[in-house]
């Protein structure tokens, strides 16, 4: 970052004054730096030389806010933002959402959310799968399951990855057959299971000694993956030996 920054003060010196483009790329290399005051810095510097923050720009700082766990200066950020800023996209707003459940303030998410659904913005799955995810490493598996019911009402389709969220909610809250019914429930819905499923669900199955249902599981998954692939018959023998082995 430090050669970087000499390299932005050359270009000021040389009379080609760096653009909106140029400004992004800086606070986005001193946010994975984790060096937010002086990203800080550099996004009041823009006004000052006649520049215009745009959404990316926004985006960019609250994204390093909430990976430095600093989501209250991402709060103050969207304030700003919805005062006199752009209008905030979805990705804004999926950004804060991931920030305060990761921070454990799910009420807030939850308010952000539904302001999200009130909105002109057309929430996606991604949006879904964020807060599903954050109510059920909360321990609150029931309000994910009802958010997760909710996705069909909205016209949304969950896809393997918010399946896989769910099931382990249900495994770590000890609910092994909820997770088992979900998870043979995805391919009536056109979803098929892909390994994270697998795995989530063999892992849970472990974690509350469904031994026997958690190898027929991995059976079940080897012989998929054979049958994608194609692979010649000596692999079958191969994988029923490891099978038997394990």
């Not at 920030?99 to 303030?105: A, I, N």
């Not at 909205?154 to 979900?182: H, M, V, W």
Request: positive net charge; proline residues 4%; contains cysteine.
């Amino acid at each position: 970052m430090d050669k970087a920054k000499r390299v932005f003060h050359l270009m000021i010196e040389k009379g080609c004054a760096p653009n909106i483009r140029s400004y992004n790329i800086m606070i986005n290399g001193y946010c994975k730096a984790k060096r937010l005051d002086e990203a800080m810095e550099l996004f009041d510097d823009i006004t000052q030389n006649g520049q215009i923050p745009g959404t990316v720009t926004y985006n960019t700082l609250m994204q390093g806010m909430c990976q430095l766990g600093r989501v209250a200066t991402a709060c103050k950020l969207l304030t700003t933002l919805l005062a006199s800023g752009p209008v905030p996209d979805l990705v804004t707003c999926s950004i804060l959402l991931d920030g305060l459940c990761k921070s454990g303030k799910l009420e807030e998410a939850l308010k952000l959310f539904r302001a999200m659904q009130k909105s002109r913005l057309e929430v996606d799955i991604i949006s879904y799968s964020i807060l599903i995810d954050g109510l059920c490493k909360a321990g609150n598996v029931k309000a994910g399951k009802e958010l997760f019911l909710e996705l069909s009402v909205n016209g949304l389709k969950p896809n393997a990855y918010t399946y896989s969220i769910l099931i382990n909610g249900f495994c770590r809250e000890g609910l092994p057959d909820e997770a088992y019914q979900l998870f043979r429930s995805m391919r009536d819905n056109d979803c098929l299971p892909n390994s994270c499923c697998y795995n989530a669900t063999i892992r849970g199955f472990l974690r509350n000694s469904y031994t026997s249902k958690a190898t027929q599981l991995l059976t079940e998954m080897v012989r998929a993956f054979l049958q994608i692939y194609q692979l010649p018959p000596y692999f079958w023998i191969l994988s029923y030996d490891l099978m038997s082995q394990s």
